[in-house]
């Protein structure tokens, strides 16, 4: 079977899962929505502020928002020891995070699809001149959230404060993702050169990279008993 | 060659030495049944076997091969029943063989998944999710998906937890039904049905094999008796 295929139907069994329960996104969604309601609330930001704002609340709800599904992630795998059963496969370990990894990210995706337009309405910001660099540098920063906290996520299943871990080394280490994230979101909704965005795109694709690849090769280890 | 050969393992978790070398050597097409008290280790042992864990020392071999250099598809060759269910509650039974006939790249994973249901009853219910199933009915769906890829070394540990008489009687059949064409390792506390099912028998206390005995005679009682004077109660 070929990898490809088997990260395949690791993510139909994740998607299916969750279009039965809905418990992860629904989380997800609705504390990404109560939080910019909360932010529209606290800044009442003017239209010069909206813009160097914006970036900030984004990021900061988004980085809150993928904890919760974060830490849902591997639940379902951890109650009836499945996660045992996955690597009972004749595949990679790897795959599996793989499989994960994409799950997470298309949820991240779902939520930010429904948090951008609502943020944006809220600070009076229009996205549709610069949407295309901006789904970009979302995209890079999600893979990049998603990345080092699916293999926290699966690190953390097996202890009894996984919610209270998993934010704990999850944001320390996805600093770099979340600053160069706001940055070149800032840089980009401002309309500056892409000279000016390229260095926080550069260090969100090294980002990226990095964490995906050492996800991959780590995963056998931090999931054995 | 041996389908499962275990030597001198040794496994600890910090300071608990759960196996303290263990050999064991088990043909192909041969059925062997582990006895122990609770954390014996056979639990730990069984996990070694399917590649899930590593020993801390020792060695193991799957029809000679070392699962530490080729364990994805050595993984192929071992089918596990846990006394976890290795389901998934809210997919339906179908849909958890299908994904596991999948996953092991089986050609055509939907009518695999079809037939293993007929084959441990469950046609009927075959549409509804595993949360709505009864104990005895998750439990012959676990082996189903233990089954589902056809593997010749079949490992089961403790499989007649939560079973009720019938349930129980149904699963012995069925591994009945088994021996001679697989290699079958079973972990169980019920002597009777453990010496019914197998060829041999190993006690396992405090980590290390305490007895080992070829099982022609079916002799429950001596079986019984020598497991009370290794485990140290009265018989």
Redo the contacts between chains.
């Keep these: 079977m070929s990898a490809l295929a088997a990260v395949r139907h690791l993510l139909w069994k994740d998607l299916v899962l969750e279009w039965r329960t809905r418990e992860i996104l629904t989380a997800m969604t609705i504390f990404a929505m109560l939080v910019a309601v909360v932010f529209n609330f606290a800044f009442s930001p003017s239209p010069a502020d909206a813009l160097r704002l914006l970036p900030g609340m984004l990021w900061v709800t988004l980085a809150f928002a993928s904890t919760l599904g974060l830490s849902r992630s591997f639940v379902l795998e951890r109650d009836h020891q499945c996660l045992e059963a996955l690597r009972l496969f004749p595949v990679e370990p790897g795959l599996i995070y793989a499989g994960k990894l994409l799950s997470n990210l298309l949820y991240l995706l779902v939520v930010e699809a429904l948090l951008l337009p609502a943020l944006a309405a809220i600070a009076g910001v229009a996205l549709l001149p610069t949407l295309g660099r901006l789904l970009g540098v979302l995209l890079l920063g999600s893979v990049g959230l998603v990345a080092v906290g699916t293999l926290l996520s699966a690190m953390s299943v097996h202890t009894r404060i996984r919610e209270v871990l998993l934010p704990v080394l999850l944001f320390p280490l996805a600093t770099p993702v979340l600053i160069n994230g706001v940055r070149a979101t800032l840089g980009v909704l401002a309309g500056r050169p892409w000279g000016d965005v390229l260095p926080g795109v550069r260090l969100l694709i090294a980002f990226d990279v990095i964490f995906v690849v050492v996800g991959y090769l780590v995963f056998e280890y931090v999931v054995e008993e | 060659m041996p389908a499962l050969a275990l030597r001198e393992i040794t496994k600890s978790f910090g300071p608990v030495r759960a196996l303290r070398g263990v050999s064991l050597t088990v043909r192909r097409g041969e059925a062997l049944a582990v006895f122990g008290p609770n954390g014996a280790g056979k639990t730990t042992l069984l ?1 070694i076997a ?5 020993p801390t020392t020792g060695q193991v071999l799957l029809f000679g091969a070392d699962p530490c250099d080729q364990a ?5 060759l ?1 089918g ?1 029943v ?1 006394h ?8 339906t039974g179908y ?1 958890n063989l299908l ?2 006939a ?4 089986l050609p055509d994973a939907a009518a695999r998944a079809r037939s293993m249901l007929a084959a441990v009853g469950l046609t009927e219910r075959s549409g509804d ?1 595993v949360r709505t199933y009864s104990r005895g009915m998750t439990q012959r769906l676990s082996i189903a ?1 233990a089954l589902v890829h056809d593997p010749p070394l079949l490992l089961l540990d403790e499989p007649y937890t939560g079973l009720d008489r019938q349930a129980s009687v149904a699963l012995t059949d069925l591994l009945l039904a088994m021996r001679g064409s697989r290699t079958i390792v079973l972990t169980t506390h019920s002597i009777e049905q453990g010496v019914a099912l197998s060829d041999r028998v190993a006690i396992l206390v405090d980590g290390v094999v305490a007895y080992e005995a070829e099982n022609g005679a079916r002799d429950v009682e001596t079986v019984e008796r020598v497991y009370a004077r290794c485990v140290g109660v009265p018989a």
């Design positions: 996990k399917a590649t899930l864990m590593r994805p598809h050595l993984r192929r071992i596990l846990s976890h269910s290795y389901l998934y509650p809210g997919l849909e994904f596991t999948q996953m092991y790249g999710p998906r």
